[in-house]
Each structure stands twice: as C-alpha cells, then as structure tokens.
Nanobody
Framework: VQLQASGGGLVQAGGSLRLSCAASGRVFSMYTMGWFRQAPGMEREFVAAIGWRGGRTYYADSAQGRFTISSRDNPENTVYLQMNNLKPEDTAIYYC?????????????????WGLGTQVTVSS
C-alpha cells in the first residue's frame, strides 16, 4: 500500500486543518488506518485510527473531542483527520499509516505502510 498525506500548514491557535491520506495499491488488504505525529526530539505518537471496513474509531486523549478521523473507500480510498481548536503543542509532522492487523490500533509496530509526513505548525 502506498500512502500520500497532504493538508498540513501553518495555523493560529484555535484554528482548524484537515489532513488527507490517499491510499493506493493493495488497498483491499488494509484493516486499520491511523494517524501518528512526531514533534522535534520526541517519539512518534498515536493520534487517531479507524477501522477501514467497519469504521470504528480510536483517539489519543490529546485528540479526543478536537480531532475527527473519517474515511472514504472506493474509489477515493482516502482517510481524513479533521483537526479543530488546534494548540501549539499539536505542532508536529503528521504521518498516516496502514495496517493489515486487527491488533491494538494505537500500537505503532502493527503498521506496515507509512506515508511521508505533512508538517502542521500551530502558532500561539
């Protein structure tokens, strides 16, 4: 599976951004799609995930109530992350990822395909 993330940018605190992740290739093999982020000097951390067929969603505590993950399958095969009420601490490179596993979607190691990141910068 190949993943292409887009939609990052510079926004003021309290603003919104919508990230997109377009999937191509063996899309039928995907079970879960996730978003992770990595700030400078920090570990890559889980943000949100969605079951590709059933649509069940999962959120990190930091994202709950502010971010919404959604997906559209054929033909778009795209996952979205709507981010509202952004805070400076949300500044990071955001990565989308795909997993063929039904294991805990917050675990980074279950994801076997990663897209190039998209930078999100939130100014105070």
């Amino acid at each position: 599976v190949q993943l292409q993330a887009s939609g990052g940018g510079l926004v003021q605190a309290g603003g919104s951004l919508r990230l997109s992740c377009a999937a191509s290739g063996r899309v039928f093999s995907m079970y879960t799609m996730g978003w992770f982020r990595q700030a400078p000097g920090m570990e890559r951390e889980f943000v949100a995930a969605i079951g590709w067929r059933g649509g069940r969603t999962y959120y990190a505590d930091s994202a709950q109530g502010r971010f919404t993950i959604s997906s559209r399958d054929n033909p778009e095969n795209t996952v979205y992350l709507q981010m509202n009420n952004l805070k400076p601490e949300d500044t990071a490179i955001y990565y989308c990822a795909a997993s063929r596993s039904a294991a805990n979607p917050t675990w980074r190691h279950i994801y076997d395909s990663w897209g190039l990141g998209t930078q999100v910068t939130v100014s105070s």
